[in-house]
């Protein structure tokens, strides 16, 4: 995640209580330090979209040359 955007956190948990984590992040950032947070329940899925679009990315790179 830190190449793809590196103001994000990923929580990859099908039990995780979202307001509990915001709560005690927001007792270490200021509001408009707070990180961007995505929930996913199966990271499986979100690694094989992100390894399409950098394959995407590359391809159309190499053919813009």
Excluded: Q, T, W
Excluded at 32 to 37: G, N, R, T
Excluded at 43 to 58: A, Q, T
């Amino acid at each position: 995640i830190g190449m793809l955007n590196p103001e994000a956190i990923v929580i990859c948990s099908d039990g995780i209580d979202s307001h509990y984590v915001e709560e005690e992040l927001l007792k270490i950032f200021k509001m408009s330090d707070m990180p961007h947070l995505i929930y996913i329940d199966n990271y499986i899925d979100e690694v094989m979209l992100g390894m399409e679009s950098i394959s995407k990315d590359s391809l159309f790179d190499k053919i813009s040359r």
